[in-house]
């Protein structure tokens, strides 16, 4: 088994020293993803634009991986205010609806106050 780590270029990586994501054999280990563009480094001010980039970023990342969504086995939702996790569910159910993943939705603080939520997934590759 080899064990392969995947940058999106978020300088947050480097600065922190962890990776995007972490791929050890089928598993794909994604680690919690923010509304930012990294291409940019700019985040939107609403929480359904966040969790919609939160979402292209994870697929990215999972693509890297040879994964997609529908091979999602867990997901954390990270939200300061559960009261905004509604307004994200037709996204999440438009990526996680047919794989229906387990899920957690947690309310806790996030690293920086214009962060609105963060998905941290972990995938298992089908053979």
């Known amino acids: 088994m080899t064990r392969r780590l995947i940058s999106s270029g978020s300088t947050f990586e480097q600065e922190i020293g962890y990776s995007r994501a972490v791929v050890d054999g089928d598993w794909v280990f994604v680690s919690g993803t923010t509304g930012f563009d990294y291409a940019t480094m700019t985040i939107a ?33 990270i939200l300061p205010k559960p009261e905004d996790f509604p307004s994200c569910w037709p ?6 609806g047919e794989s229906r993943p387990a899920a957690t939705m947690i309310s806790a603080g996030l690293a920086d106050p214009r962060m609105r939520i963060e998905i941290e997934v972990t995938a298992r590759k089908r053979s």
């Not at 919609?52 to 890297?64: D, G, H, K, P, S």
């Not at 996204?91 to 996680?96: G, V």
């Open 91 to 96: 996204a999440l159910r438009k990526c996680f």
């Open 45 to 77: 001010d609403g929480i359904v634009e966040q969790a919609e980039q939160c979402l292209r970023n994870v697929e990215a990342a999972l693509a890297e991986a040879g994964a997609s969504f529908a091979d999602v086995v867990r997901v954390h939702y």
